[in-house]
């Protein structure tokens, strides 16, 4: 019956408007242009493709790429939710899709992964302004059609760069506003050169102090692309760095210290409060990292039937974080205990560094088929990564001894295989009626040797050893059925199998007599959609029903990541509702809905006794929970109005209540909030300036006082005999009201 009733809750998704770009077939050159799109056309979701998806085309992305990174220039998409840890959407942020976090969202750059192979997220802070080099996105809700990389476990999105252009082009866009946030950008593109070839090029430039004291972000980045277009082939070689420093604003701060220190309180980097009552805090409490990445792509058409594409890549990632800590024990560092005064020190303020040193390359194929009735692809990749993982001690305070330079404390390597292989077909049945199947085998090798950083304190005699050997073998079949009732509506329904291997994390920051168990996800969808010349109606139900789901239990671990926890059974159902409008006289009206139940079943917490888990545990049950991070309603809303040059636009988004931990905890909750951004725009003309425009941004424009990320823990003492549990948070305090003015020229 349960499952019954779920199945009628299932979902319409995708309003998804289609905005692929305008190709014209008289011009030879623009037809060679046309080649780059048969780079991605493998993974993405057409309209006959039974997925709830969202496209967003180059213009939308320009109309938000002022300054903040990409994950808040998709937070009109449907079910979606941002985070940031500076609290001004720069620096460390995060996308959740119908509550599933970035480690189960896959996403790719033209069909080429980009997670990270470990962590399996994507730090977007490494991948500065991307988005002024992406042509256009598109983001699945769901299991979604097979990709390359990280399992596709609740979204995913896919990315395709290079919008090249026929003729020569130089754009510049800055912009300056509030905490002292900047953007400048420099884009230029030779046009096609000789009929066949053609270049660009982009250097941008981004910093902010932060919403939270001291939360500096400094970011740098290049992008650089040559192609050659033949007549049925195109080669094309990119490559982009990114450059970022950032300063620690992962700890959050809990309601009792924003009471006492204000609501911008970072105690990330505090040393000690001097004799006047001023606190003082390390200056170089810092995260560094430089990514470099290669792609070479190539792309043939045979015939109007065949085409195939092949990418090679690599991304090398080099970087650490530097932090004091206060009060350590020496031993968990290899550092003997020292006297002073007579008496033994065993504990003293140091500043270590983490490092990694890190490799990920491979290549990804595919081939397509398309005829009157049939699109079909075979294709799929192999990856492999190789990474290192190390720490080192700096300085000790009033250390006596020989402390080496760059003192060695722990090391470990991490390896690991990742291949697939999909074919998918969709097969036109009967006028507007297609059959869609997708399966794809997805086979990973994982190991992880040496030590890690954490101390063993149920042996208590050492550093965690790491001796993870893993292997895993994932067939994710995909079927559904699309029907195109007449030229403005349609309906669609699908069933998925996905599976998902735990994330480093999983296998480093659980208990250790914990061993994580893989991921299983079978998705249900069903939806529909309305589109004529001025109105576009959706609905998308859906219920996720998933095996061993690691969900975030809430608690961080020491360098501020989420942490995770497998839950035997769980679900996550839900209704999306879209909707837009255009009209002759420039307002437009775009809403998008989700209202959502996501659940633990005979959820059983495990306490310890003052969060030690070599102590006594207290185990508690507490039935069905919400799922931690999961808003029960997110609802954006966009008022749009253009008047000859002018542009002006309010956009709003109402996300619920949100528990941070599984235990359904009154106090460890992120209240609703609703927050409110108005764009005003005006564009010109100048001399020898194709177009200039000038606008301004008011972001929390009714000045909301919220937050939107945290993390929440809880343990147990005795008293007198009792247990008595105890409850703690921090919260992820967003800036008010605050400004951005931008300006864009065309040459």
Known sequence: MKKIAMMMFLSVGGASVVCGQQQSAESDSLWRINLQEVEVVSTRATRTT???????????????????????????????????DAGAGIGYTTIRVRGTDGTRINVTANGIPINDAESHTVFWVNLPDFASSVKDMQVQRGAGTSTNGAGA????????????????????????????????????????IDDHWAFDARLSNIATDGYIDRASVGLNSYYLQGAYYGDHTSIKLITFAGKERTYHAWNYASKEEMEQYGRRYNSCGYMFTDEHGKMHFYDDQTDNYVQKNWQLLF????????????????????????????????????????????????????????????????????????????????????????????????????YVGELSPNQEYYRNKGTKNDGNIYLKADYQLADGLNMY???????????????????????????????????????????????????????????????KEPTRNNYTDGKFYEHPKQERLFDYELGYTYANSWLNLGANLYYMDYKDQLVLTGELNEIGEPMAANMPDSYRMGIELMAGIRTKVGFSWDVNATWSRNRIQNFTETLYENEDASGDRWEIHHGDTPIAFSPDVVLNNRFGYAYRNFEVSLQSQYVSK???????????????????????????????V???????????????????????GSGFYYDGGEKVRYNYAGYAAQAGTNVLGHISLSF
């Open 437 to 499: 199947a997708d399966m794809q085998y997805r086979h990973i090798t994982y190991r992880i040797e040496g030590t890690n950083d954490k101390w063993n304190s149920v042996t208590d005699d050492g550093l965690q050893r790491l001796d993870i050997d893993e292997k895993f073998g994932f067939f994710n079949p995909k079927v559904g059925l699309s029907w195109q009732m007449d030229k403005h509506q349609r309906l669609f329904g699908s069933f998925s199998v996905a599976h």
């Open 690 to 712: 194709k177009s200039a425009k000038v606008g301004l941004t008011v972001y929390n424009l009714f000045n909301e006082e919220y937050e939107n990320n945290g993390y929440a």
């Open 153 to 192: 476990f609740g979204a995913s999105i896919n990315m395709q760069t290079g919008e090249l252009s026929v003729k020569p082009y130089a754009t510049f866009n800055g912009s300056y506003g509030s905490f002292n946030t900047h953007k400048e950008t420099v884009n230029v593109g030779s046009g096609l």
């Open 299 to 398: 792309n043939h058409q045979f015939s109007s039937e065949w085409s195939m594409n092949l990418g090679l890549h690599y991304t090398k990632g080099d970087g650490y974080y530097q932090e004091y800590k206060d009060g350590r024990t020496l031993v968990e560092y290899g550092l003997k205990p020292f006297m002073q005064n007579g008496e033994e020190v065993a504990w003293s303020d140091l500043v270590r560094k983490k490092a990694m040193d890190n490799g990920f390359g491979g290549g990804i194929f595919s081939v397509s088929y398309k005829s009157h009735r049939l699109s079909a692809a075979l294709g799929g990749g192999f990856n492999r990564y190789e990474g290192d993982h190390f720490g080192q001690v700096l300085w000790v305070k009033d």
């Open 658 to 688: 949100q528990y941070m931990s599984n235990a359904h905890q009154e106090d460890h909750v992120l209240d609703a909030y609703f927050v409110s951004n108005l764009n005003l725009s005006y564009s010109f003309k100048l001399p020898w």
């Open 50 to 84: 039974p997925v709830a998806f969202t496209n967003i085309d180059k213009e939308k992305l320009q109309k938000q790429n002022l300054g903040q990174d990409l994950p808040y220039l998709l937070s009109m998409t449907p079910s979606a939710v941002t985070t940031s």
